[in-house]
């Protein structure tokens, strides 16, 4: 049977209370998607991995999962760094079907409530 399942994908911060956003979103995430694991994995300085968001997953019989990265843009991060690590999960994990979604912040809609957050503060 396929499942799918979802990893919110942040940079990662020395301060703790970095994440707390993150946190919020798989708490609203899993209140409107309650059939649709949801993990959160961080690329440095906070955990869990993207490896180890995966292994969480895949143990519990997902065996589709889409990344989704937590980024405002198309940076260094995600152009270098994160398909060799997406690659190298691929490897690890082959059973698992693995795709991505572009930088949030390159979402129009994204863009737009963030217009929005604005303008209702004038």
Same mark, same amino acid.
């Given at each position: 049977?396929?499942?799918?399942?979802?990893?919110?994908?942040?940079?990662?911060?020395?301060?703790?209370?970095?994440?707390?956003?993150?946190?919020?979103?798989?708490?609203?995430?899993?209140?409107?998607?309650?059939?649709?694991?949801? !993990?959160?994995?961080?690329?440095?300085?906070?955990?869990?991995? %993207?490896?180890?968001?995966?292994?969480?997953?895949?143990?519990?019989?997902?065996? !589709?999962?889409?990344?989704?990265?937590?980024?405002?843009?198309?940076?260094?991060?995600?152009?270098?760094?994160?398909?060799?690590?997406?690659?190298a999960c691929q490897?690890?994990f082959p059973e698992?079907? %693995?795709?991505?979604?572009?930088?949030?912040?390159?979402?129009?809609?994204?863009?737009?409530? &963030? &217009?929005?957050?604005?303008?209702?503060?004038?």
């Open positions: 049977m396929n499942t799918k399942a979802i990893i919110l994908f942040g940079h990662g911060a020395r301060d703790a209370r970095w994440r707390e956003p993150f946190d919020r979103l798989v708490v609203l995430w899993r209140a409107q998607h309650p059939n649709v694991r949801v !993990e959160l994995a961080f690329l440095e300085l906070m955990q869990p991995s %993207l490896e180890e968001a995966i292994s969480s997953l895949t143990g519990t019989g997902d065996n !589709e999962v889409v990344v989704v990265p937590v980024f405002f843009g198309q940076g260094g991060h995600l152009r270098n760094d994160f398909p060799v690590l997406l690659s490897e690890k698992v079907k %693995l795709s991505t979604t572009p930088a949030v912040g390159e979402d129009s809609a994204v863009l737009q409530a &963030i &217009i929005d957050f604005g303008a209702s503060a004038l």
